[in-house]
């Protein structure tokens, strides 16, 4: 079973940059076809997509976060990462990662915007 690590600051300052790294073990992140998404959840909301990198590299945003967000990896260590810009008190939330093809989820992190 692929397994999927978030990793990253829990809490971070309003108006700055976070950055969340996750760790993909037991598979690859190259593997055909495969989508590796980046889902969070605020306290009291819903889960809400917010982009994927494809086994290829390509990407796509959710259009309510696209100006501000960026999903990148490093094949060399199996990683992708989400980086998400001029945040706010309403990013806080818990992030997972996520794995289309089989549903894998790591156990998400929770992030906390306050200054």
């Known amino acids: 079973q692929v397994q999927l690590q978030e990793s990253g600051p829990g809490l971070v300052k309003p108006s700055q940059a976070l950055s969340l790294t996750c760790t993909v073990s037991?598979?690859?992140?190259?593997?055909?076809?495969?989508?590796w998404s980046w889902i969070r959840q605020p306290p009291g909301k819903g889960l809400e997509w917010m982009g994927a990198?494809?086994?290829?590299?390509?990407?796509y945003y959710s259009p309510s976060l696209k100006s501000r967000t960026s999903i990148s990896r490093d094949t060399s260590k199996n990683q992708f990462t989400l980086q998400l810009s001029s945040i706010t008190p309403e990013d806080t939330a818990v992030y997972y990662c996520?794995?289309?093809?089989?549903?894998?989820w790591g156990q998400g992190t929770q992030v906390t915007v306050s200054s």
């Open positions: 996520t794995r289309l093809c089989g549903g894998d």
């Open positions: 037991r598979g690859s992140i190259t593997t055909n076809n495969d989508y």
């Open positions: 990198i494809t086994y290829s590299g390509s990407t």
